[in-house]
Every structure is written in C-alpha cells, then in structure tokens.
C-alpha cells in the first residue's frame, strides 16, 4: 500500500512558477515510478509526465515538456513538479499517482493522491 499527498498548489499570477510535491508514504513507496496528472473542469484527466522509482528515467508530455519538470528525492519520499512559465491554461487539479513502473495512462496507475487545486490568474 502506497499513500501519496500532494502539496504546494495555489493561487500564482501568469509567468510565475510553482512547484508541487508529492509526498509518499509506505514500506514500499520509494519503488514506485510516479506519475503527474493534472484535471481541469469539464476536461478530461491529462497525463503530464513520469519518473522512475530511482529518478534514472523520466518522461514529459509533449503539451508541458518545454516548462515542467520531475524530481525526485526517495531519502525524503518526495516527487516535486516544477512548474515554470504558468498561464491560466494550467489551472487544474494537480495529481499524483504511484506505479510499478513508468506508466503512460492514468488506467495503469494503482495509487492516487487526493490532489492539489492550481489557479492562474492572467
């Protein structure tokens, strides 16, 4: 069982950045791969990206690649999003999710976290 707490949402202005964390608690939290979601109202889940239990492998999607990034910090049982250059586009519920392995579909993910809500205001 892995238990995951997202953190560090909240109200930025366009232009400015944001990081959020991911907290994961569980024997066997620091090998899982961990992925980022993020939904907006009346949209669809969109996969942002992914990093490996180990943080040797990490994968961005192409809509955020340019902007965000993914670390990990498995002594403090962390995953952090970096979020550079928001625009009102990014407000979303922010959400992380732990797999066995890099997963690419929110389907294949096993545990969630209960999200952290993003404003943007232009």
């Known amino acids: 069982q892995v238990e995951l707490v997202e953190s560090g949402g909240g109200l930025v202005q366009a232009g400015t950045s944001l990081k959020l964390s991911c907290l994961a608690s569980?024997?066997?939290?620091?090998?899982?791969?961990v992925g980022w979601f993020r939904q907006a109202p009346g949209k669809e889940r969109e996969f942002l990206g992914v990093?490996?239990?180990?943080?040797?492998?990490?994968y961005l999607s192409d809509s955020v690649k340019e902007r965000f990034s993914i670390s990990r910090d498995n002594a403090n049982n962390t995953v952090y999003l970096q979020m550079n250059s928001l625009n009102p586009k990014d407000a979303a519920v922010y959400y992380c999710?732990?797999?066995?392995?890099?997963?690419?579909?929110?389907?294949?993910?096993?545990?969630w976290g209960q999200g952290t809500q993003v404003t943007v205001a232009s």
């Open positions: 999710a732990a797999a066995r392995g890099p997963r690419y579909t929110d389907v294949l993910y096993d545990f």
């Open positions: 569980g024997r066997a939290a620091s090998g899982y791969a």
């Open positions: 990093i490996s239990y180990n943080g040797g492998f990490t």
